[in-house]
């Protein structure tokens, strides 16, 4: 019984490390993700990707007076794009890359009353 159980571990880790979602597993439940931009990433590269992904996805919840207008700042404004776009496109790891300017998160970035999906 001792070796099927050792074997199981493995199995489980290969398994997870070939999936194509981003859900990772704790304790048996799903634990969620979110995408937000690197610190590092050059501004020009984070406007390019706010603009792409707000012709994708409604990005109206950063606009002015809304829960995510403030900070009105660039990485922020890209990150709630990133994460937007990311869960509305299933959150798979490959809908987080941005031309490897975003990271995916167990740590839910919501702050006030901006809620990240």
Excluded at 78 to 102: D, K, P
Aim: proline letters at 4%.
């Amino acid at each position: 019984m001792a070796n099927k159980a050792a074997l199981a571990l493995p199995l489980w880790l290969l398994l997870l490390s070939f999936t194509s979602e981003t859900l990772l597993m704790v304790h048996g439940q799903e634990q969620k993700t979110w995408c937000v931009a690197k610190p590092s990433t050059e501004a020009a590269a984070l406007q390019g990707i706010l603009d792409y992904a707000c012709s994708q996805v409604d990005c109206s919840i950063m606009e002015k007076g809304c829960p995510c207008s403030l900070p009105d700042n660039l990485i922020n404004r890209a990150s709630i794009a990133m994460n937007l776009y990311y869960q509305a496109n299933g959150r798979n790891r490959w809908n987080c890359i941005f031309r490897n300017s975003a990271l995916v998160v167990v740590t839910d970035p919501s702050y006030g009353k901006c809620i990240y999906a």
